[in-house]
T-cell receptor, first 114, second 111 residues
Framework: DTEVTQTPKHLVMGMTNKKSLKCEQH?????MYWYKQKAKKPPELMFV???????INESVPSRFSPECPNSSLLNLHLHALQPEDSALYLC?????????????FGPGTRLTVL | LAKTTQPISMDSYEGQEVNITCSHN???????ITWYQQFPSQGPRFIIQ???TKVTNEVASLFIPADRKSSTLSLPRVSLSDTAVYYC????????????FGKGTTLSVSS
């Protein structure tokens, strides 16, 4: 099973709301990632977790707060977002033990900030 | 991090072979070359990965010359469902490192 699941599929929120995006994988991968993708642009890396510890933060604003509660789950907590944060948020995972690094992406959460 | 350059767009017809070339002049010794495919509003999907020479799987082939400064993704006999954006990435092949996506190539397949 090479599936990464993300919930919700769509999310609409106001600028004062607090919401969370959820990502789950059961492939035993110990590296997990959050990417942001604006329309007609390539995905941009936001965060990387290795062994449940944050290893890369690509200078993401603090209104985005990642969390990795266990090796299968990755959350992205959202607070006080701006309309320009509207985008497709992609989660990915990869195996640290594999000889080659292949990142498996989820279907994404389409976020709209009003 | 190695920068990649690929055509913005390509057009093809069903049944044709499509070759998309990516240049990566400053590829490092430990870097691998990976191609992803992305349909609208979906996550990227791994197609193929290679380090040198030629790699083939059930959906594509990847040709890498000896100097590794470029690579070519070959899609045999494309169909309408191959219409997508194709990204070439050059990266250190270890989990937990960043993937930097370039602009990608939008492939349009017509009947």
């Amino acid at each position: 099973d090479t599936e990464v699941t993300q919930t919700p599929k769509h999310l609409v929120m106001g600028m004062t709301n607090k919401k969370s995006l959820k990502c789950e994988q059961h492939m035993g991968h110990r590296a997990m990632y959050w990417y942001k993708q604006k329309a007609k642009k390539p995905p941009e890396l936001m965060f990387v977790y290795s062994y449940e510890k944050l290893s890369i933060n690509e200078s993401v604003p603090s209104r985005f707060s990642p969390e990795c509660p266990n090796s299968s789950l990755l959350n992205l907590h959202l607070h006080a977002l701006q309309p320009e944060d509207s985008a497709l948020y992609l989660c990915a995972s990869s195996s640290i033990r594999a000889s080659t690094d292949t990142q498996y992406f989820g279907p994404g959460t389409r976020l709209t900030v009003l | 991090l190695a920068k990649t350059t690929q055509p913005i767009s390509m057009d093809s017809y069903e049944g044709q072979e499509v070759n998309i070339t990516c240049s990566h002049n400053n590829i490092a010794t430990n870097d691998y070359i990976t191609w992803y495919q992305q349909f609208p509003s979906q996550g990227p999907r791994f197609i193929i990965q290679g380090y040198k020479t030629k790699v083939t799987n059930e959906v594509a082939s990847l040709f890498i010359p000896a100097d590794r400064k470029s690579s070519t993704l070959s899609l045999p006999r494309v169909s309408l469902s191959d219409t997508a954006v194709y990204y070439c990435l050059v990266h250190y092949n270890q989990a937990g490192t960043a993937l930097i996506f370039g602009k990608g190539t939008t492939l349009s397949v017509s009947s």
